[in-house]
Protein backbone atom coordinates (compact mmCIF):
# COMPACT_ATOMS: atom_id res chain seq x y z
CA UNK A 1 0.00 0.00 0.00
CA UNK A 2 3.19 2.26 0.34
CA UNK A 3 3.78 2.10 -3.09
CA UNK A 4 0.06 3.79 -4.07
CA UNK A 5 0.63 7.72 -5.41
CA UNK A 6 -1.83 10.12 -4.55
CA UNK A 7 -2.92 12.49 -7.05
CA UNK A 8 -4.50 15.89 -6.43
CA UNK A 9 -6.71 18.06 -8.86
CA UNK A 10 -5.47 21.34 -10.74
CA UNK A 11 -7.88 24.66 -9.58
CA UNK A 12 -6.90 28.32 -9.74
CA UNK A 13 -3.36 27.03 -10.07
CA UNK A 14 -2.79 25.60 -7.67
CA UNK A 15 -2.40 21.42 -6.44
CA UNK A 16 -5.66 20.63 -4.13
CA UNK A 17 -7.10 17.58 -2.95
CA UNK A 18 -10.84 17.17 -2.57
CA UNK A 19 -12.40 19.70 -0.43
CA UNK A 20 -13.59 16.77 1.73
CA UNK A 21 -10.53 14.88 1.54
CA UNK A 22 -12.26 11.85 -0.34
CA UNK A 23 -10.49 9.63 -3.18
CA UNK A 24 -11.13 6.94 -5.17
CA UNK A 25 -8.64 4.40 -6.53
CA UNK A 26 -7.47 3.45 -9.54
CA UNK A 27 -6.13 -0.56 -10.24
CA UNK A 28 -3.88 -1.63 -13.11
CA UNK A 29 -5.95 -3.25 -15.39
CA UNK A 30 -2.79 -5.66 -16.93
CA UNK A 31 -2.70 -6.90 -12.92
CA UNK A 32 -5.58 -5.78 -10.90
CA UNK A 33 -3.80 -3.67 -8.30
CA UNK A 34 -4.70 -0.81 -6.75
CA UNK A 35 -1.85 1.86 -7.64
CA UNK A 36 -3.16 5.24 -7.24
CA UNK A 37 -5.39 7.51 -5.30
CA UNK A 38 -7.44 9.96 -7.07
CA UNK A 39 -9.22 13.32 -5.55
CA UNK A 40 -13.10 12.71 -5.48
CA UNK A 41 -14.33 16.69 -6.48
CA UNK A 42 -17.14 17.68 -4.51
CA UNK A 43 -19.83 19.94 -5.99
CA UNK A 44 -17.59 23.04 -4.41
CA UNK A 45 -14.60 22.00 -5.37
CA UNK A 46 -16.10 22.06 -9.37
CA UNK A 47 -17.83 25.04 -8.37
CA UNK A 48 -14.31 26.76 -7.59
CA UNK A 49 -12.95 25.39 -10.41
CA UNK A 50 -15.54 27.05 -12.80
CA UNK A 51 -15.20 30.45 -10.96
CA UNK A 52 -11.90 30.65 -11.33
CA UNK A 53 -11.60 30.60 -15.05
CA UNK A 54 -14.30 32.69 -15.27
CA UNK A 55 -12.23 35.14 -13.43
CA UNK A 56 -9.31 33.98 -15.49
CA UNK A 57 -11.63 34.54 -18.81
CA UNK A 58 -12.59 38.13 -17.78
CA UNK A 59 -10.32 39.57 -15.82
CA UNK A 60 -6.97 37.56 -15.48
CA UNK A 61 -4.36 38.34 -17.96
CA UNK A 62 -5.08 35.52 -20.55
CA UNK A 63 -8.23 37.59 -21.78
CA UNK A 64 -5.45 40.62 -22.46
CA UNK A 65 -3.27 38.52 -24.54
CA UNK A 66 -3.22 38.59 -28.12
CA UNK A 67 -4.08 35.28 -30.13
CA UNK A 68 0.02 35.28 -30.90
CA UNK A 69 0.93 35.67 -27.43
CA UNK A 70 -1.66 32.53 -26.73
CA UNK A 71 -0.26 30.87 -29.61
CA UNK A 72 3.62 31.21 -28.57
CA UNK A 73 1.59 29.19 -25.52
CA UNK A 74 -0.09 26.42 -26.88
CA UNK A 75 3.41 25.90 -28.79
CA UNK A 76 5.31 25.38 -25.77
CA UNK A 77 2.54 23.46 -24.26
CA UNK A 78 3.06 20.91 -27.03
CA UNK A 79 6.73 20.82 -27.10
CA UNK A 80 6.30 20.13 -23.45
CA UNK A 81 4.19 17.28 -24.30
CA UNK A 82 6.77 16.05 -26.62
CA UNK A 83 9.12 15.87 -24.51
CA UNK A 84 7.64 14.09 -21.57
CA UNK A 85 5.58 11.70 -24.37
CA UNK A 86 7.62 8.75 -22.39
CA UNK A 87 6.97 9.27 -18.57
CA UNK A 88 3.02 10.47 -19.81
CA UNK A 89 2.72 7.03 -21.83
CA UNK A 90 4.13 5.19 -19.31
CA UNK A 91 1.60 6.95 -16.78
CA UNK A 92 -1.45 6.24 -19.42
CA UNK A 93 -0.45 2.48 -20.27
CA UNK A 94 -0.16 1.80 -16.19
CA UNK A 95 -3.33 3.43 -15.68
CA UNK A 96 -5.46 2.11 -18.60
CA UNK A 97 -3.64 -1.22 -20.08
CA UNK A 98 -2.88 0.43 -23.56
CA UNK A 99 0.64 -0.90 -24.29
CA UNK A 100 3.06 1.81 -24.42
CA UNK A 101 4.58 1.68 -27.70
CA UNK A 102 1.59 3.40 -28.37
CA UNK A 103 0.88 5.42 -25.54
CA UNK A 104 3.87 7.07 -26.05
CA UNK A 105 3.76 7.43 -29.18
CA UNK A 106 0.39 9.21 -29.16
CA UNK A 107 1.42 11.91 -27.07
CA UNK A 108 4.54 12.54 -28.65
CA UNK A 109 2.17 13.14 -31.67
CA UNK A 110 -0.55 14.88 -29.79
CA UNK A 111 1.77 17.86 -29.73
CA UNK A 112 1.34 18.47 -33.25
CA UNK A 113 -2.38 19.62 -32.33
CA UNK A 114 -1.30 22.17 -30.23
CA UNK A 115 1.51 23.67 -32.76
CA UNK A 116 -1.32 23.32 -35.03
CA UNK A 117 -3.55 25.52 -33.11
CA UNK A 118 -1.04 27.55 -31.95
CA UNK A 119 -0.79 28.33 -35.76
CA UNK A 120 -4.37 29.08 -35.62
CA UNK A 121 -4.68 31.40 -33.12
CA UNK A 122 -3.96 34.74 -34.88
CA UNK A 123 -5.76 34.08 -38.16
CA UNK A 124 -9.15 33.68 -36.55
CA UNK A 125 -10.88 36.82 -38.29
CA UNK A 126 -14.20 38.18 -38.85
CA UNK A 127 -15.72 39.79 -42.53
CA UNK A 128 -17.08 42.94 -43.47
CA UNK A 129 -20.96 42.53 -45.13
CA UNK A 130 -21.68 43.98 -48.12
CA UNK A 131 -24.95 45.27 -46.43
CA UNK A 132 -28.08 46.61 -48.30
CA UNK A 133 -28.54 50.34 -46.47
CA UNK A 134 -26.76 53.42 -47.75
CA UNK A 135 -23.46 55.43 -45.14
CA UNK A 136 -23.33 52.27 -43.21
CA UNK A 137 -20.04 50.03 -42.66
CA UNK A 138 -21.19 46.44 -40.92
CA UNK A 139 -18.05 43.92 -40.01
CA UNK A 140 -18.51 41.04 -37.77
CA UNK A 141 -15.41 39.69 -34.87
CA UNK A 142 -15.19 36.91 -33.40
CA UNK A 143 -14.69 36.47 -29.77
CA UNK A 144 -14.67 34.05 -27.57
CA UNK A 145 -17.47 32.48 -25.97
CA UNK A 146 -16.21 32.25 -22.09
CA UNK A 147 -15.21 29.16 -20.16
CA UNK A 148 -15.91 25.80 -21.91
CA UNK A 149 -16.09 22.71 -19.96
CA UNK A 150 -14.20 19.97 -21.47
CA UNK A 151 -15.36 16.28 -20.80
CA UNK A 152 -13.21 13.16 -22.05
CA UNK A 153 -13.30 9.81 -21.36
CA UNK A 154 -10.49 7.59 -20.38
CA UNK A 155 -9.41 6.28 -23.64
CA UNK A 156 -7.01 8.55 -26.01
CA UNK A 157 -7.07 10.94 -23.15
CA UNK A 158 -4.58 13.16 -24.06
CA UNK A 159 -5.69 13.30 -28.01
CA UNK A 160 -9.40 13.84 -26.85
CA UNK A 161 -8.05 16.83 -24.52
CA UNK A 162 -5.97 18.29 -26.73
CA UNK A 163 -8.53 18.46 -30.04
CA UNK A 164 -11.02 20.31 -27.36
CA UNK A 165 -8.15 22.85 -25.32
CA UNK A 166 -6.34 23.45 -28.16
CA UNK A 167 -8.91 25.23 -30.31
CA UNK A 168 -10.74 26.43 -26.94
CA UNK A 169 -7.41 28.27 -25.56
CA UNK A 170 -6.27 29.34 -29.20
CA UNK A 171 -10.05 31.20 -29.45
CA UNK A 172 -9.13 32.92 -26.01
CA UNK A 173 -11.42 30.78 -23.77
CA UNK A 174 -10.85 29.01 -20.47
CA UNK A 175 -11.49 25.55 -19.39
CA UNK A 176 -12.20 23.00 -17.14
CA UNK A 177 -11.57 19.83 -17.88
CA UNK A 178 -13.11 16.36 -16.01
CA UNK A 179 -10.83 13.17 -16.45
CA UNK A 180 -12.84 10.05 -16.57
CA UNK A 181 -13.25 8.05 -12.92
CA UNK A 182 -11.01 5.80 -14.87
CA UNK A 183 -7.57 6.26 -15.51
CA UNK A 184 -7.45 9.97 -14.55
CA UNK A 185 -3.53 10.38 -13.17
CA UNK A 186 -2.28 10.59 -17.02
CA UNK A 187 -4.31 14.21 -17.35
CA UNK A 188 -3.51 15.03 -13.84
CA UNK A 189 0.04 14.89 -15.18
CA UNK A 190 -0.80 16.40 -18.27
CA UNK A 191 -2.12 19.26 -15.80
CA UNK A 192 1.54 19.92 -14.90
CA UNK A 193 3.02 21.18 -18.02
CA UNK A 194 0.65 24.03 -18.40
CA UNK A 195 1.85 26.47 -15.83
CA UNK A 196 5.65 25.10 -17.33
CA UNK A 197 4.12 26.22 -20.53
CA UNK A 198 3.49 29.93 -19.15
CA UNK A 199 -0.61 29.42 -19.22
CA UNK A 200 -1.26 31.95 -16.34
CA UNK A 201 -3.56 30.72 -13.25
CA UNK A 202 -7.30 29.68 -13.74
CA UNK A 203 -7.07 29.49 -17.25
CA UNK A 204 -7.03 25.54 -17.62
CA UNK A 205 -8.31 23.56 -14.19
CA UNK A 206 -8.51 19.92 -14.05
CA UNK A 207 -11.09 17.90 -11.88
CA UNK A 208 -11.76 14.69 -10.91
CA UNK A 209 -14.84 12.50 -9.80
CA UNK A 210 -17.85 10.74 -10.38
CA UNK A 211 -20.68 11.88 -13.08
CA UNK A 212 -22.55 12.69 -10.22
CA UNK A 213 -21.55 15.55 -8.56
CA UNK A 214 -18.87 16.90 -10.70
CA UNK A 215 -19.72 15.92 -14.36
CA UNK A 216 -23.17 17.39 -12.97
CA UNK A 217 -22.43 20.28 -11.37
CA UNK A 218 -19.91 21.36 -14.05
CA UNK A 219 -21.98 21.12 -17.35
CA UNK A 220 -24.90 22.48 -15.38
CA UNK A 221 -23.22 25.37 -13.93
CA UNK A 222 -24.59 28.85 -15.26
CA UNK A 223 -20.98 30.31 -15.79
CA UNK A 224 -20.33 27.36 -18.15
CA UNK A 225 -20.88 28.68 -22.37
CA UNK A 226 -20.04 25.70 -23.86
CA UNK A 227 -19.53 22.09 -23.42
CA UNK A 228 -17.42 19.71 -25.66
CA UNK A 229 -18.10 15.92 -24.26
CA UNK A 230 -16.68 12.76 -25.76
CA UNK A 231 -18.22 9.07 -23.89
CA UNK A 232 -21.01 7.28 -24.23
CA UNK A 233 -24.77 8.46 -25.25
CA UNK A 234 -26.21 7.41 -21.61
CA UNK A 235 -23.90 9.94 -20.51
CA UNK A 236 -24.72 12.27 -23.09
CA UNK A 237 -28.02 12.56 -22.22
CA UNK A 238 -27.66 13.51 -19.18
CA UNK A 239 -25.40 16.00 -20.34
CA UNK A 240 -27.98 17.33 -22.66
CA UNK A 241 -29.91 17.90 -19.32
CA UNK A 242 -27.44 19.57 -17.73
CA UNK A 243 -27.26 21.85 -19.98
CA UNK A 244 -31.17 23.08 -20.35
CA UNK A 245 -29.53 24.87 -16.99
CA UNK A 246 -27.34 27.11 -18.51
CA UNK A 247 -28.03 27.26 -22.40
CA UNK A 248 -24.24 26.34 -23.11
CA UNK A 249 -23.57 25.22 -26.33
CA UNK A 250 -23.06 21.36 -26.73
CA UNK A 251 -20.96 19.05 -28.91
CA UNK A 252 -21.21 15.27 -28.63
CA UNK A 253 -18.56 12.55 -30.25
CA UNK A 254 -20.39 9.42 -28.99
CA UNK A 255 -19.70 5.60 -29.75
CA UNK A 256 -19.90 3.53 -32.87
CA UNK A 257 -19.95 0.66 -34.37
CA UNK A 258 -18.21 0.96 -37.34
CA UNK A 259 -18.83 -0.82 -40.77
CA UNK A 260 -15.51 -2.06 -42.05
CA UNK A 261 -16.24 -2.98 -45.57
CA UNK A 262 -14.74 -5.32 -47.96
CA UNK A 263 -15.50 -5.71 -51.32
CA UNK A 264 -14.39 -9.08 -53.61
CA UNK A 265 -11.86 -7.33 -55.69
CA UNK A 266 -9.95 -5.06 -52.90
CA UNK A 267 -6.20 -5.61 -52.05
CA UNK A 268 -7.18 -9.08 -49.75
CA UNK A 269 -3.97 -8.83 -47.82
CA UNK A 270 -4.21 -5.00 -47.41
CA UNK A 271 -7.79 -5.45 -45.95
CA UNK A 272 -7.21 -8.03 -44.00
CA UNK A 273 -4.05 -5.92 -42.04
CA UNK A 274 -6.34 -3.32 -41.54
CA UNK A 275 -9.21 -5.32 -40.82
CA UNK A 276 -6.80 -6.84 -37.75
CA UNK A 277 -5.87 -3.48 -36.24
CA UNK A 278 -9.08 -1.76 -37.13
CA UNK A 279 -10.14 -4.28 -34.25
CA UNK A 280 -7.67 -5.33 -32.55
CA UNK A 281 -5.37 -2.33 -31.89
CA UNK A 282 -6.15 -0.85 -28.49
CA UNK A 283 -7.62 -4.17 -27.87
CA UNK A 284 -10.79 -2.80 -29.49
CA UNK A 285 -11.30 0.19 -26.80
CA UNK A 286 -11.64 2.50 -29.53
CA UNK A 287 -14.75 5.18 -30.41
CA UNK A 288 -14.05 4.24 -34.45
CA UNK A 289 -13.03 0.97 -33.98
CA UNK A 290 -14.39 -1.31 -37.07
CA UNK A 291 -15.98 -3.73 -35.08
CA UNK A 292 -18.76 -4.56 -37.42
CA UNK A 293 -17.25 -6.17 -40.43
CA UNK A 294 -18.83 -7.16 -43.78
CA UNK A 295 -17.27 -8.92 -46.13
CA UNK A 296 -18.57 -9.83 -49.82
CA UNK A 297 -19.86 -13.54 -49.62
CA UNK A 298 -17.72 -14.30 -52.73
CA UNK A 299 -14.29 -14.00 -51.06
CA UNK A 300 -16.02 -14.35 -46.99
CA UNK A 301 -14.14 -17.79 -46.72
CA UNK A 302 -10.72 -17.16 -47.71
CA UNK A 303 -10.80 -13.60 -45.76
CA UNK A 304 -11.54 -14.87 -42.32
CA UNK A 305 -9.76 -18.04 -42.58
CA UNK A 306 -6.44 -15.48 -43.41
CA UNK A 307 -7.94 -13.34 -40.75
CA UNK A 308 -8.71 -15.61 -37.74
CA UNK A 309 -5.09 -17.01 -38.51
CA UNK A 310 -3.17 -13.78 -38.15
CA UNK A 311 -5.79 -12.79 -34.85
CA UNK A 312 -4.75 -16.34 -33.15
CA UNK A 313 -1.24 -15.19 -33.23
CA UNK A 314 -1.33 -11.73 -31.56
CA UNK A 315 0.93 -11.38 -28.73
CA UNK A 316 -1.12 -10.47 -25.50
CA UNK A 317 0.89 -9.51 -22.60
CA UNK A 318 2.11 -7.13 -19.89
CA UNK A 319 1.44 -3.59 -21.72
CA UNK A 320 4.38 -2.08 -20.80
CA UNK A 321 6.62 -4.63 -22.64
CA UNK A 322 7.63 -3.97 -26.42
CA UNK A 323 6.86 -7.34 -28.08
CA UNK A 324 3.22 -6.90 -26.81
CA UNK A 325 0.50 -6.23 -29.50
CA UNK A 326 -2.60 -6.51 -27.45
CA UNK A 327 -3.20 -5.17 -23.76
CA UNK A 328 -6.23 -5.99 -21.13
CA UNK A 329 -9.44 -4.55 -20.72
CA UNK A 330 -9.75 -1.02 -18.92
CA UNK A 331 -12.56 -1.45 -16.35
CA UNK A 332 -14.22 -4.63 -14.94
CA UNK A 333 -17.22 -3.29 -16.31
CA UNK A 334 -16.35 -4.04 -20.09
CA UNK A 335 -15.20 -6.89 -19.31
CA UNK A 336 -17.83 -8.42 -17.76
CA UNK A 337 -20.25 -6.99 -20.78
CA UNK A 338 -17.79 -8.61 -22.84
CA UNK A 339 -18.54 -11.74 -21.70
CA UNK A 340 -22.02 -11.74 -21.45
CA UNK A 341 -22.79 -10.31 -25.62
CA UNK A 342 -20.39 -12.80 -26.59
CA UNK A 343 -21.97 -15.87 -25.11
CA UNK A 344 -25.86 -13.96 -26.00
CA UNK A 345 -24.44 -13.63 -29.82
CA UNK A 346 -23.68 -17.51 -29.88
CA UNK A 347 -27.17 -18.29 -28.05
CA UNK A 348 -28.46 -16.27 -31.20
CA UNK A 349 -26.55 -17.98 -33.50
CA UNK A 350 -23.44 -16.91 -34.08
CA UNK A 351 -20.28 -18.58 -34.44
CA UNK A 352 -17.20 -18.12 -32.81
CA UNK A 353 -14.32 -18.30 -35.20
CA UNK A 354 -11.22 -18.20 -32.35
CA UNK A 355 -11.15 -16.38 -29.08
CA UNK A 356 -14.40 -15.82 -27.22
CA UNK A 357 -13.07 -15.86 -23.44
CA UNK A 358 -10.53 -14.49 -21.11
CA UNK A 359 -6.97 -15.22 -21.51
CA UNK A 360 -5.87 -18.45 -19.38
CA UNK A 361 -3.09 -17.96 -16.89
CA UNK A 362 -3.02 -13.92 -16.82
CA UNK A 363 -3.99 -12.15 -13.41
CA UNK A 364 -5.59 -8.66 -14.99
CA UNK A 365 -8.33 -8.40 -17.36
CA UNK A 366 -7.03 -9.65 -20.32
CA UNK A 367 -9.73 -10.96 -23.56
CA UNK A 368 -8.77 -13.00 -26.37
CA UNK A 369 -8.70 -11.61 -29.93
CA UNK A 370 -12.68 -12.32 -31.18
CA UNK A 371 -14.20 -12.96 -34.52
CA UNK A 372 -17.72 -13.88 -34.63
CA UNK A 373 -19.30 -14.87 -37.92
CA UNK A 374 -23.09 -13.55 -37.81
CA UNK A 375 -25.77 -15.65 -40.15
CA UNK A 376 -27.68 -11.59 -40.14
CA UNK A 377 -27.22 -8.99 -39.18
CA UNK A 378 -30.07 -8.73 -36.20
CA UNK A 379 -27.55 -10.41 -33.93
CA UNK A 380 -28.00 -8.14 -30.58
CA UNK A 381 -24.19 -8.18 -30.94
CA UNK A 382 -23.84 -6.64 -34.68
CA UNK A 383 -24.81 -3.03 -33.14
CA UNK A 384 -23.83 -3.10 -29.47
CA UNK A 385 -20.66 -0.92 -29.10
CA UNK A 386 -18.78 -3.43 -26.72
CA UNK A 387 -15.48 -1.51 -26.41
CA UNK A 388 -13.08 -4.67 -26.59
CA UNK A 389 -11.51 -6.85 -28.98
CA UNK A 390 -14.75 -8.44 -30.66
CA UNK A 391 -15.26 -8.36 -34.14
CA UNK A 392 -18.96 -9.20 -35.40
CA UNK A 393 -18.91 -10.43 -39.36
CA UNK A 394 -21.53 -9.94 -41.22
CA UNK A 395 -21.83 -11.16 -45.29
CA UNK A 396 -23.39 -9.28 -48.51
CA UNK A 397 -23.96 -10.11 -51.83
CA UNK A 398 -23.23 -6.50 -54.07
CA UNK A 399 -23.01 -2.81 -53.54
CA UNK A 400 -26.68 -1.99 -52.94
CA UNK A 401 -26.35 -4.86 -50.15
CA UNK A 402 -23.52 -3.47 -48.31
CA UNK A 403 -25.25 -0.10 -48.23
CA UNK A 404 -28.03 -1.06 -46.67
CA UNK A 405 -26.12 -3.28 -43.46
CA UNK A 406 -23.71 -0.20 -43.03
CA UNK A 407 -26.69 2.21 -42.89
CA UNK A 408 -28.59 -0.80 -40.37
CA UNK A 409 -27.60 0.81 -37.37
CA UNK A 410 -27.95 3.68 -34.90
CA UNK A 411 -24.47 4.84 -34.93
CA UNK A 412 -22.85 6.84 -37.64
CA UNK A 413 -19.27 7.74 -36.42
CA UNK A 414 -16.62 6.20 -38.71
CA UNK A 415 -16.28 3.51 -42.10
CA UNK A 416 -13.83 2.24 -44.25
CA UNK A 417 -14.33 1.07 -47.77
CA UNK A 418 -12.08 -1.56 -49.08
CA UNK A 419 -12.62 -1.77 -52.79
CA UNK A 420 -9.86 -1.13 -56.32
CA UNK A 421 -12.88 0.61 -57.94
CA UNK A 422 -12.63 4.23 -57.39
CA UNK A 423 -15.88 5.28 -58.42
CA UNK A 424 -17.40 2.23 -56.31
CA UNK A 425 -15.69 4.02 -53.41
CA UNK A 426 -16.94 7.77 -54.12
CA UNK A 427 -20.77 6.06 -54.51
CA UNK A 428 -20.01 4.20 -51.34
CA UNK A 429 -18.65 7.36 -49.50
CA UNK A 430 -21.44 9.31 -50.15
CA UNK A 431 -23.98 6.40 -49.57
CA UNK A 432 -23.11 5.78 -46.38
CA UNK A 433 -23.93 7.66 -43.46
CA UNK A 434 -20.96 8.46 -40.90
CA UNK A 435 -18.68 11.35 -39.92
CA UNK A 436 -15.70 9.70 -40.78
CA UNK A 437 -15.29 7.41 -44.08
CA UNK A 438 -11.51 5.64 -44.80
CA UNK A 439 -10.76 4.57 -48.24
CA UNK A 440 -8.21 1.43 -48.50
CA UNK A 441 -7.30 2.56 -44.90
CA UNK A 442 -8.22 2.96 -41.14
CA UNK A 443 -7.91 5.12 -38.13
CA UNK A 444 -5.81 7.64 -39.93
CA UNK A 445 -5.97 11.35 -37.69
CA UNK A 446 -4.74 14.23 -38.26
CA UNK A 447 -5.10 17.89 -36.71
CA UNK A 448 -5.83 19.55 -40.40
CA UNK A 449 -9.12 16.92 -40.85
CA UNK A 450 -12.16 17.41 -39.14
CA UNK A 451 -13.75 13.71 -37.08
CA UNK A 452 -16.97 13.34 -35.72
CA UNK A 453 -19.95 11.89 -35.99
CA UNK A 454 -23.84 11.54 -36.70
CA UNK A 455 -27.37 10.01 -35.69
CA UNK A 456 -26.28 8.32 -32.09
CA UNK A 457 -22.76 8.75 -32.59
CA UNK A 458 -23.34 12.83 -31.70
CA UNK A 459 -23.02 15.72 -33.84
CA UNK A 460 -20.68 18.43 -33.62
CA UNK A 461 -16.83 18.29 -34.95
CA UNK A 462 -13.36 18.06 -33.23
CA UNK A 463 -9.97 18.67 -34.70
CA UNK A 464 -9.53 21.01 -37.68
CA UNK A 465 -9.51 24.33 -38.91
CA UNK A 466 -13.38 24.56 -38.37
CA UNK A 467 -13.00 23.77 -34.67
CA UNK A 468 -11.60 26.95 -33.32
CA UNK A 469 -14.50 29.02 -35.00
CA UNK A 470 -16.53 26.76 -32.97
CA UNK A 471 -15.36 28.27 -29.79
CA UNK A 472 -15.80 31.49 -30.91
CA UNK A 473 -19.14 33.58 -31.86
CA UNK A 474 -19.53 36.45 -33.88
CA UNK A 475 -20.20 40.12 -33.02
CA UNK A 476 -22.24 41.73 -35.69
CA UNK A 477 -21.09 45.84 -36.02
CA UNK A 478 -23.31 48.46 -37.29
CA UNK A 479 -21.29 51.80 -38.18
CA UNK A 480 -23.47 55.12 -39.55
CA UNK A 481 -20.37 56.70 -41.93
CA UNK A 482 -22.79 59.86 -43.04
CA UNK A 483 -21.96 62.91 -41.36
CA UNK A 484 -25.50 63.92 -41.32
CA UNK A 485 -28.13 63.59 -38.43
CA UNK A 486 -30.23 60.87 -38.20
CA UNK A 487 -33.45 61.38 -39.17
CA UNK A 488 -36.49 61.13 -36.65
CA UNK A 489 -39.63 58.74 -37.18
CA UNK A 490 -41.15 60.55 -35.01
CA UNK A 491 -43.67 63.88 -36.74
CA UNK A 492 -42.89 67.19 -34.32
CA UNK A 493 -46.35 68.63 -32.93
Known amino acids: MSDIKTYKMLIDGQWVAASNGKTFESSNPATGEVWARIPEATAEDVDRAVTAADRAFNDGPWSQMSPTERGHCLRRLGDLLAETSESLGQTETIDTGKM ?18 AGCADKVHGETLPIDKPDLFVFTNREPLGVIAAVVPWNSQLFLSAVKIGPALAAGNT ?46 HPLIARISFTGGPVAAQKVLQNSTQNFAEVSLELGGKSPFIVFEDTNVESAVNGAISGIFGAAGQSCVAGSRLLVQDSIADEFLERMTALAKQIRIGDPLAEETEMGPICTQGQFENIE ?9 GGKLLCGGRPVEGMSGRFYEPTIIDCPNSDLTIVDTELFGPVLSVVRFKDEADAIRLANKTEHGLAAGIFTRDSARSLRMVKAVKAGIVWVNTYRAVSPIAEFGGMKNSGYGRESGLQAIYDYTRPKTVWMNTSDEPLGSQFVAR
Not at 100 to 117: G, N, P, V
Not at 342 to 348: D, G, N
Request: with cysteine; hydrophobic share 40%.
Open 175 to 220: VVLKASEFASAAMLEFGELIERAGIPTGVVNIVTGHGDPCGKVLTS
Open 340 to 348: REVARAQTE
Open 100 to 117: LKETRWQAKYISEFFHFY
